[in-house]
T-cell receptor, first 112, second 113 residues
Framework: GQQVMQIPQYQHVQEGEDFTTYCNSSTTLSNIQWYKQRPGGHPVFLIQLVKSGEVKKQKRLTFQFGEAKKNSSLHITATQTTDVGTYFCAGLGSSNTGKLIFGQGTTLQVKP | NAGVMQNPRHLVRRRGQEARLRCSPMKGHSHVYWYRQLPEEGLKFMVYLQKENIIDESGMPKERFSAEFPKEGPSILRIQQVVRGDSAAYFC???????????FGEGSRLTVL
């Protein structure tokens, strides 16, 4: 079945360093969404990308959708301790029923 | 506008008992999703429902698990004859449309003794 893979699984950075997580799908995606889950919390929607090659920015966060619409990335510039959490990408299932498949997530730890 | 409400937040069951998890979507949302999350793991899709209809249940185990989203009232995820391996956090999410962003509840954490 369709898979959405994320790397790395864990990332430890010093506060102020940059961070990137990568997301790859085994099939072409109609769109991709990103979510953040704080420790002990629930996933919170960050952004949705729809167009091939699309780039969107939210303050220190930059999201990209690949030209082939099979991969995506999230880059955080100058991390802060408030960025701690697990970042998930999610893509629509190839069955096109509206099912959203999540990657395994990248857990970010930021050392002050 | 209240968010997605899940209850109970914590549920303890003994092996063989039944667990019922409830989810009230955000007002105006007719699309409901259930996901399961084990500690340190990702979100595993279970089922996608619209009012009174199951759209995709490809992630649901064939036995013991069922879900519904009646015309009136919350969505229910039902687990019969629970086993220890069912211990997990179960998240419900709602959306105003298909292919849209999901709004998650705070989850129901099931512990099976």
């Amino acid at each position: 079945g369709q898979q959405v893979m994320q790397i790395p699984q864990y990332q430890h950075v010093q506060e102020g360093e940059d961070f990137t997580t990568y997301c790859n799908s085994s099939t072409t995606l109609s769109n991709i969404q990103w979510y953040k889950q704080r420790p002990g919390g629930h996933p919170v929607f960050l952004i949705q990308l729809v167009k091939s090659g699309e780039v969107k920015k939210q303050k220190r966060l930059t999201f990209q959708f690949g030209e082939a619409k099979k991969n995506s990335s999230l880059h955080i510039t100058a991390t802060q301790t408030t960025d701690v959490g697990t970042y998930f990408c999610a893509g629509l299932g190839s069955s096109n029923t509206g099912k959203l498949i999540f990657g395994q997530g990248t857990t970010l730890q930021v050392k002050p | 506008n209240a968010g997605v409400m899940q209850n109970p937040r914590h549920l303890v069951r003994r092996r063989g008992q039944e667990a019922r998890l409830r989810c009230s979507p955000m007002k105006g949302h007719s699309h409901v999703y259930w996901y399961r999350q084990l500690p340190e793991e990702g979100l595993k899709f279970m089922v996608y429902l619209q009012k009174e209809n199951i759209i995709d249940e490809s992630g649901m185990p064939k036995e013991r698990f069922s879900a519904e989203f009646p015309k009136e009232g919350p969505s229910i995820l039902r687990i019969q004859q629970v086993v220890r391996g069912d211990s997990a956090a179960y998240f419900c999410a709602s959306s105003p449309r298909s292919f849209g962003e999901l709004f998650f509840g705070e989850g129901s954490r099931l512990t099976v003794l």
